[in-house]
């Protein structure tokens, strides 16, 4: 009819593109990325919305991933460089090691720009829960030292694995509060133990600090696997 006529008057589309609206089943894959639209009935105006706008309204993870390192050979420590920044306040890291010595335990330094923090400026307690004795239980605590000690010695039995843990970092990149962490981890010990810890640690002076840095105390790791994610302000 010409009333159906005068509504197409000025449409820009090609048949294809109309037969996507009208009911055309087939799929295409497409790789979605922040710069594409979707047609959206705004509130009775049709529209294309960005995809962006679509994320924000219907949420994304608080965590976002800036970091990972993980090596199956023998090496002598992992240093996570420039993962800290002024865009988030607050971290979580998350590792998992075996080390190649069944004497050695698992140190963490601070890392600025020059590379590790070597000052006593480190201060830490570790409450460590044995399920092998509930009158066993220990402490690790230091202050004033030059590192932070994350366990006492560690199984070196890769099967087993040494050492799983997860810390909450607070503000490492600020240079006008110190540096706080919560740590937590389960550990199987050079007794073939398994072992709960949990503790606080703090890093003394108010620096700028985009890196940490691990270590064994003595020989290597026989693998590791580290991830860092930054939590939404």
Same mark, same amino acid.
């Given at each position: 009819?010409?009333?159906? #006529?005068?509504?197409?008057?000025?449409?820009?589309?090609?048949?294809?593109?109309?037969?996507?609206?009208?009911? $055309?089943?087939?799929?295409?894959?497409?790789?979605?990325?922040?710069?594409?639209?979707? =047609? #959206?009935?705004?509130?009775?105006?049709?529209?294309?919305?960005?995809?962006?706008?679509? !994320?924000?309204?219907?949420?994304?993870?608080?965590?976002? !991933?800036?970091?990972?390192?993980?090596?199956?050979?023998?090496?002598?420590? =992992?240093?996570?460089?420039?993962?800290?920044?002024?865009? *988030?306040?607050? *971290?979580?890291?998350?590792?998992? #090691?075996?080390?190649?010595?069944?004497?050695? $335990? #698992? !140190?963490?330094?601070?890392?600025?720009?020059?590379?590790?923090?070597?000052?006593?400026? *480190?201060?830490?307690?570790?409450?460590? *829960?044995?399920?092998?004795? $509930?009158?066993?239980?220990?402490?690790?605590?230091?202050?004033?030292?030059?590192?932070?000690?994350?366990?006492?010695?560690?199984?070196?039995?890769?099967?087993?694995?040494?050492?799983?843990?997860?810390?909450?970092?607070?503000?490492?990149?600020?240079?006008?509060?110190?540096?706080?962490?919560?740590?937590?981890?389960?550990?199987?010990?050079?007794?073939?133990?398994?072992?709960?810890?949990?503790?606080?640690?703090?890093? !003394?002076?108010?620096?700028?600090? %985009?890196?940490?840095?691990? +270590? %064994?105390?003595?020989?290597? +790791?026989?693998?590791?696997? +580290?991830?860092?994610?930054? +939590?939404?302000?």
């Amino acid at each position: 009819t010409a009333a159906e #006529l005068n509504i197409l008057d000025g449409v820009t589309s090609t048949a294809a593109e109309l037969n996507i609206v009208d009911g $055309n089943t087939s799929a295409t894959s497409t790789t979605i990325a922040d710069a594409d639209r979707v =047609v #959206l009935n705004d509130n009775g105006t049709m529209v294309q919305a960005a995809v962006t706008d679509l !994320k924000t309204y219907i949420g994304s993870s608080p965590l976002t !991933k800036i970091a990972s390192a993980s090596d199956d050979s023998s090496h002598g420590g =992992v240093n996570l460089n420039s993962i800290f920044s002024s865009t *988030y306040e607050n *971290y979580l890291v998350i590792g998992d #090691l075996t080390n190649t010595g069944s004497s050695d $335990n #698992l !140190k963490m330094q601070m890392r600025d720009a020059n590379g590790m923090r070597t000052a006593s400026e *480190y201060a830490y307690r570790i409450q460590v *829960y044995d399920h092998s004795s $509930n009158t066993s239980d220990t402490n690790i605590r230091n202050t004033g030292t030059t590192s932070f000690q994350l366990s006492d010695n560690l199984e070196d039995d890769e099967a087993r694995t040494g050492i799983s843990f997860r810390m909450l970092i607070f503000n490492p990149n600020s240079s006008s509060v110190r540096t706080r962490i919560l740590y937590d981890a389960t550990v199987c010990n050079d007794s073939a133990n398994v072992l709960s810890l949990q503790g606080a640690l703090q890093h !003394k002076a108010t620096e700028t600090l %985009p890196g940490l840095g691990f +270590f %064994p105390s003595g020989n290597s +790791f026989a693998n590791s696997s +580290f991830r860092v994610y930054a +939590f939404e302000n």
